[in-house]
């Protein structure tokens, strides 16, 4: 069965530093592979998602992730931080056929 | 709009009271989920509407629960007998192609229900 492990349940950065959410899959197959942000009081957003063609993904807002089969990981990243980022990230997989599943989440803080 | 719209927003109820919950997807979407997301934790699958089959329930926790999509549409999830533990947020999300397909979900802004 696939699976995603989200290694930080809170990360916390200063405004204009990098961000790096981390996220380990398990799957038996090639799986699709997605990061959601979830802002208070709002709807889950999609901020990108793999597929199987290029490896490093750009999504919105200036995030991007990098595919790496060797490593089974899916790392969210963005250079600079802005305050609005501040919310809650989901790392979610699925194969074909099947419902997407969630990580636990990672609470993302950016002070000032 | 354009969104995927759930109601109520908000929804109280006493032990032991049955509630249902409203979700109308995006127009046109083929597929329809439900969530439910505890506090401080991430959604966790309920089940899964093809037009209007039902392809996957796994994820429904006790026949006390129950969802259906008569139409292809409109989908409702119901709750019989609810118990505190059923306290939690549903979300509803839709999309234009099938389950596990590369078609994002587009999620609704959830009930929030709170069994007193």
């Known amino acids: 069965a696939q699976s995603v492990t989200q290694l930080d349940s809170h990360v916390s950065v200063s405004e204009g530093t990098p961000v790096l959410l981390r996220c380990n899959y398990s799957s038996s197959y090639s799986p699709s592979l997605f990061w959601y942000v979830q802002h208070p009081n709002k709807g889950l957003q999609l901020l990108l998602k793999y597929t199987s063609a290029a490896t490093l993904v750009k999504g919105i807002n200036g995030f991007e992730a990098e595919f790496k089969k060797s490593e089974t990981s899916f790392h969210l990243t963005k250079p600079s931080a802005h305050m609005s980022d501040a919310a809650e990230y989901f790392c979610v997989v699925t194969l074909a056929g099947t419902a997407l599943i969630f990580g636990k989440g990672t609470t993302l803080s950016v002070s000032s | 709009g354009a969104g995927v719209s759930q109601s109520p927003r908000y929804k109280v109820a006493k032990r032991g009271q049955d509630v249902a919950l409203r979700c109308d997807p995006i127009?046109?979407?083929?597929?329809l989920f439900w969530y439910q997301q505890a506090l401080g934790q991430g959604p966790e699958f309920l089940t899964y509407?093809?037009?209007?089959?039902?392809?996957?329930k796994s994820g429904l926790p006790s026949d006390r629960f129950f969802a259906e999509r008569p139409e292809g549409s409109v989908s409702t999830l119901k709750i019989q007998r609810t118990q505190q533990e059923d306290s939690a947020v549903y979300l509803c999300?839709?999309?234009?192609?099938?389950?596990?397909?590369?078609?994002?979900?587009?999620f609704g802004n959830g009930t929030r229900l709170t069994v007193t």
């Open positions: 127009s046109g979407h083929v597929s």
């Open positions: 509407f093809q037009n209007e089959a039902q392809l996957d």
């Open positions: 999300a839709s999309s234009f192609l099938g389950a596990g397909t590369n078609s994002p979900l587009h």
